[in-house]
Structure formats: C-alpha cells, structure tokens
C-alpha cells in the first residue's frame, strides 16, 4: 500500500522508468525496515478498533482450515494439564450406570483368563484360617453330627455282632451234630 502510493507519485513527479523507481524503493524500504520498528509505527498510527471492525469474520472463520489448526495442538500436552479430579467430583455416574448392561459387559470378560491371573497364595497369605476354622466349626453342630455318625456305627456293629453271633451258633450246632452223629434241620 505504502509502496503504491510513493511508486505513484514519484512517476508523477520525476517521470523515471518504473524499474529505477522500484530499484529506489526496494532499497529505502529495505533501509527503513533495519533502521525503523514498523511495528510500533503501525501500532500508534492505526486504529486496531476500527480495522477489526470492518473485518468479516464470519468470511474469516469459513476460510479457516480447522482440520489444520488441530493438527499443530499436542493434544497429549493439553491432556496433560487437565486435572480430571473437580470433573469427575462433579460427576453423576448414576444415569451412566442405570444405562449399563451389565450382561453384556460380563459377557464379553474372559472368566478363564481373569482367573488365571489371579495368586491364590497371596490371596490365601492373607486369610487367618485359624479364624475360617472356628467360624465354621461354630457354625456346625458337630456333636449332633459325631451322635449321629456314632449311632450309625453302633447301629451296623450291632447288626453285623448279631449276624456273626447266628453264624456261630450254626456251626457250633453243626459240630456238636456231627460229635453226636445228629442229623441237621437241613437234611
């Protein structure tokens, strides 16, 4: 813009070629630009309100390649930063959790491999048998279990005492017959 409206008068004025015209300009500007901060020229002389107001933004935003800005933000980096702990205390996982099918999540975990991972000695490491034992011994009524177990024995030791009690007296009356010459009941 600057460079338009010096190259303008200049041809006006002095009626030079444009290439020594251009040539002169370069070389000022290329001067100028070392010696002088544009910035802070422009800065003060401008009227940054007004500008941003004459400019369409909504023309800005459809030309702006979204897709290209996203790819230069280190999406890790930003994650990084992001404590979740206020979130996730605001959190409501309720309506989350009635929405879960449970079904389907068990359905889908391997239960052979899960159990595999398990250490049953460190689990085990961990439980006081001695108290296991006493709870459930507390919780059987063993000595209703020893009279009933002890009965039954008793019940089939009699039985087979009465059994091998009638199989000899069989044979002592088989032998006492045969001593006295008797003939059997079976004969």
């Not at 206020?86 to 989350?96: G, K, T």
């Not at 689990?123 to 009524?141: E, H, P, Q």
Request: net charge negative; no cysteine; charged share 30%.
């Amino acid at each position: 813009m600057i460079t338009d409206l010096v190259s303008g008068a200049v041809n006006r004025v002095l009626d030079v070629p444009r290439a020594v015209i251009r040539g002169v300009l370069s070389e000022a500007i290329a001067f100028l630009t070392e010696e002088i901060d544009l910035t802070e020229v422009l800065l003060a002389a401008v009227d940054l309100d007004r500008v941003l107001g004459e400019v369409n933004l909504q023309a800005v935003v459809e030309r702006l390649d979204l897709n290209a800005v996203i790819d230069t933000i280190d999406l890790q980096k930003v994650l990084d930063g992001i404590d979740l702990t206020p979130i996730l205390d605001r959190l409501d996982l309720n309506p989350v959790l009635a929405r879960l099918d449970i079904d389907a999540v068990v359905d889908g975990v391997d239960l052979d491999k899960a159990v595999r991972r398990i250490d049953l000695d460190a689990v085990l490491a961990g439980v006081d048998l001695v108290v296991v034992g006493n709870r459930v011994i507390n919780g059987v009524d063993l000595s209703s279990i020893v009279r009933d177990a002890s009965s039954t024995v008793t019940t089939e030791m009699i039985s087979d005492v009465r059994t091998s009690s009638e199989r000899a007296d069989d044979a002592v009356e088989g032998f006492v017959n045969r001593v006295f010459r008797r003939k059997s009941d079976d004969d």
